[in-house]
């Protein structure tokens, strides 16, 4: 699982020492193998050196990764189904990695034919006409990879081609298959093509795609064509959307040779470990706040307030921790006027406090079920309190912290919030007994910074509250008040 990247814009530049022509490319010992053959190879080479076969990839070691390796060992087609922000098109893009860095081609081909596997009628010519001296060109892996997101509007031309009009101008007949531009499938010939959310493709638009899933060749219009395609074909689609809103037709179901169940982080370690690893944060985020993020995505997920046809993504706790990181950047900003005692300006650092925002901020990212609408904010309020007070419980369980609950004895109060800047946090606390075992138990070591002990000290305050040992207030002016019980 894992978010998203845009592939590089820049091509890369083959290396200066690659065979220049076929008769260069033969003495090199050079093999034609299939696209699935390559994968296969590159796969099981990996596998016996140990290196990552899906590097980036959180979450499936156990589970959706053995079903996909095994799927590409016997070279099958296959379509990933599972719950928006699982992570399948960040999986299927992972594929690429398994192709050869550098493969031969046909310079000027749109299909990238292979120098010892020419397709086209004018490609076999070119061949036959300058044999060993036929120039050799070299495609990247990264552009091996093509990508069709499924829309209504999508066509039979797009995906597989269609008669090229411009050609048919320049005097060429309509029996000439020179006269056909080829879609997407075909141009991503010798490479991976994938479509995502398959169900939204028009059920008349998915029978083109049968014959490249069977017989490897395209049908285009009246044209006896056949150009037998070498790709992997994978398609990616929501279960819910696959049986009801829009469906893959039955014949197509049947082509592909595996069907793979992706699902969410499966514990709360592995979906930590995916915030960490996608999360552009802007800010410090503690390593306990991070915490009660992952808790609280979980728990969305978990809610029967929540419709779980429609799931909560993975994209929810990576943009709760960057909202977290922005709210903390932003205290940070507003506070730079005044300053620390030591003359510094406050460092950016979250706090538990912060995480209140996301409730409102990702509401859309959310289903809920039909009985709970005007109530999605204060849902998500609840489930953020329970998952800050589980993650207390499971940090602080057993400490001794009567010291915190002493500040508020005879009616005292500590002021916290957004614009409470970490100096004026601590002087209210002064030195409370416990706090450094406080520290040490959620990680942030001996010498933290000012901020870093103001985040543990909200923390634990917010923790007293939530278990019902400390009183708590928000005031108009957005400050959070918290004191003894009533």
Same mark, same amino acid.
């Given at each position: 699982m894992g978010r998203v990247?845009?592939?590089t814009p820049v091509t890369p530049v083959p290396p200066a020492d690659l065979p220049g022509t076929l008769g260069a490319l033969r003495a090199a010992g050079h093999q034609y193998r299939t696209v699935k053959q390559e994968l296969r190879d590159n796969l099981l080479a990996r596998m016996r050196s140990g290196a990552a076969r899906f590097p980036g990839i959180v979450g499936y070691d156990d589970s959706v990764l053995p079903e996909v390796e095994r799927a590409l060992l016997a070279g099958h087609d296959m379509v990933l189904l599972g719950e928006r922000g699982q992570g399948k098109t960040r999986?299927? %893009?992972s594929l690429g990695a398994l192709l050869d860095e550098w493969t031969p081609v046909i310079p000027g081909s749109v299909l990238n034919e292979h120098p010892m596997h020419p397709l086209t009628p004018a490609s076999r010519a070119l061949i036959a006409e300058a044999g060993d001296d036929q120039p050799v060109g070299w495609l990247h892996r990264s552009m091996r990879y093509g990508e069709k997101l499924a829309t209504p509007d999508? $066509? #039979?031309?797009?995906? /597989?081609?269609?008669?090229?009009p411009i050609r048919i101008a320049q005097g060429r007949t309509l029996g000439d298959p020179e006269t056909i531009h080829f879609g997407l499938v075909p141009r991503t010939n010798r490479g991976i093509f994938a479509v995502n959310e398959l169900p939204d493709?028009? !059920?008349? /638009?998915?029978?083109? +795609? +049968?014959? #490249?899933? !069977? !017989?490897?060749? /395209?049908?285009? %219009?009246?044209?006896?064509? %056949?150009?037998? +395609?070498d790709l992997l074909l994978v398609a990616s689609a929501n279960p819910e959307d696959y049986t009801n809103r829009g469906r893959i037709i039955t014949p197509l179901k049947d082509r592909f040779g595996a069907e793979i169940r992706t699902h969410y982080p499966v514990?709360? !370690?592995?979906e930590l470990a995916l915030i960490r690893q996608e999360a552009d944060l802007v800010a410090e985020v503690p390593e306990h706040v991070l915490e009660v993020l992952a808790r609280f995505a979980r728990a969305v997920r978990e809610s029967p307030s929540v419709d779980p046809r429609s799931g909560v993504s993975a994209?929810?706790? /990576?943009?709760?921790?960057?909202? #977290?990181a922005g709210a903390a950047l932003r205290r940070a900003g507003l506070l730079a006027a005044s300053g620390t005692p030591e003359g510094r300006p406050e460092a950016a650092v979250a706090r538990v406090g912060d995480a209140v925002s996301v409730t409102s901020t990702l509401r859309g990212k959310v289903e809920f079920e039909s009985g709970e609408e005007g109530r999605e904010i204060e849902v998500l309020a609840h489930l953020l309190r329970t998952a800050t007070a589980e993650t207390f419980r499971a940090h602080l369980a057993g400490l001794d912290l $009567?010291?915190?609950?002493?500040?508020?004895?005879?009616g005292a109060a500590i002021e916290t919030g957004e614009l409470v800047g970490a100096a004026e946090l601590l002087r209210q606390v002064g030195t409370v007994p416990g706090l450094a075992k406080v520290l040490d138990r959620l990680g942030l070591g001996d010498a933290p910074t000012p901020e870093e002990a103001a985040a543990a000290v909200e923390f634990v305050l917010e923790g007293l509250h939530l278990t019902r040992r400390l009183g708590k207030d928000v005031t108009d002016s957005g400050r959070t008040v918290y004191g003894g019980r009533d």
């Open positions: 990247t845009a592939p999986l299927i %893009r999508t $066509s #039979v031309g797009d995906l /597989i081609g269609d008669v090229d493709l028009a !059920e008349r /638009i998915q029978v083109a +795609l +049968l014959n #490249v899933l !069977e !017989e490897r060749d /395209i049908q285009v %219009r009246g044209y006896q064509l %056949r150009l037998p +395609l514990d709360l !370690e592995l994209r929810f706790a /990576i943009a709760a921790a960057e909202t #977290v $009567s010291g915190f609950t002493a500040l508020v004895d005879e």
